[in-house]
């Protein structure tokens, strides 16, 4: 190989770093956000958000981003087998742990930070399932489809979680929201 | 507050928390090489298809030596409970090997960087081996043939 083809093979990999890095700058909270939804702990949703990134964007040709949607559902699939690897007692005690940090999801932009924990709360005792479908669609900007097709479940499903998790959230934040 | 307005609320009041800054270190300096498990599940992919089409061709050639083999089917077959054993296999082990050139033709002339002109010669040789058996009762002979490509130097007048 002549010294020309290694100065070009050099700058095509940097070029290639620095889209790894503006993508990750552009999307990566919102994928934190939802590998922390599905996990039990801090470590563990950094663990399987590096994971879950690097596999998408290895399957993505180069380019182009990966589909957010794929991302989200690599995420769940990472969290899901790394639960698989564990007993139910490990889990347990790990979610008991996190709680006990409470380690934060969100920031609030305007109001009080008493606000924020309220919101935060209601947002976090909701079931998974509405949870989930309610993170992928506020913060995660999928379509309904989108969201069916992370979740593995139909269209309809996935737009019914979102309207009780919304009916739900209403209730519980009767006193917060503005009337 | 109707649902477009809950949502909306929700999406101004709270978002999601920025990662950490050893998080974000990590993530940039694992460097992932894009394309790259996409290539290994091509590679696959055509070493898949690359296989079946062969394998498929192997089991059809199979079938038909089996179905070419097989005796014509005997109307009443006496039905015998004891089982027939089976003939022990011949072992033949090979003595001679023959190989004859029976055919060559020129073929394409090759030009590579600091050699001289090449030309290419089919050739097409007729192996015959000759087998005895283990105990030397038996003979077997066998006969292949098969071809190759050699290169020889060109003659430039």
Same mark, same amino acid.
């Given at each position: 190989m002549r010294p020309n083809d290694f100065k070009r093979v050099s700058s095509l990999t940097d070029s290639s770093a620095r889209a790894w890095e503006r993508w990750l700058a552009g999307h990566v909270r919102s994928f934190l956000l939802f590998a922390r939804e599905r996990t039990a702990c801090p470590q563990d949703a950094e663990d399987v958000l590096q994971e879950a990134l690097v596999e998408a964007w290895e399957r993505t040709p180069p380019g182009r981003e990966p589909d957010e949607a794929l991302v989200f559902a690599t995420i769940r699939r990472r969290a899901i087998d790394l639960y698989r690897s564990r007993s139910r007692r490990q889990v347990r005690e790990q979610r008991a742990a996190d709680e006990s940090e409470h380690a934060e999801w969100f920031t609030c932009t305007l109001e009080s930070e008493e606000t924020r924990q309220q919101l935060e709360q209601a947002v976090r005792s909701l079931p998974s399932p509405l949870r989930e479908t309610i993170t992928l669609k506020?913060? $995660? $900007?999928?379509t309904f489809a989108q969201v069916a097709e992370v979740m593995s479940c139909p269209l309809n499903t996935a737009a019914s979680r979102y309207r009780q998790a919304l009916h739900t959230l209403r209730v519980r934040l009767k006193h917060v929201t503005p009337s | 507050m109707n649902d477009d307005e809950l949502t909306a609320y929700l999406e101004k009041m709270l978002s999601p928390r920025e990662p950490s800054r050893d998080l974000m270190q990590r993530l940039c300096a694992t460097q992932p090489q894009q394309g790259r498990r996409l290539a290994r599940v091509t590679t696959m992919r055509r070493w898949v298809w690359a296989a079946a089409l062969p394998a498929a061709a192997a089991a059809v050639a199979l079938a038909v030596v089996k179905w070419a083999d097989s005796p014509e089917p005997i109307a009443a077959a006496p039905h015998s409970q004891e089982p027939v054993p089976a003939a022990p296999e011949e072992v033949f082990l090979p003595v001679e090997l023959r190989q004859d050139v029976v055919h060559a033709e020129p073929g394409e002339l090759i030009q590579l960087p600091g050699h001289p002109p090449l030309q290419l010669i089919r050739v097409v040789w007729r192996d015959q081996v000759t087998a005895v058996s283990a105990h030397e009762d038996a003979t077997l002979e066998l006969e292949r043939y098969r071809e190759a490509y050699v290169p020889v130097v060109a003659t430039i007048y």
């Open positions: 506020i913060w $995660g $900007g999928l | -």
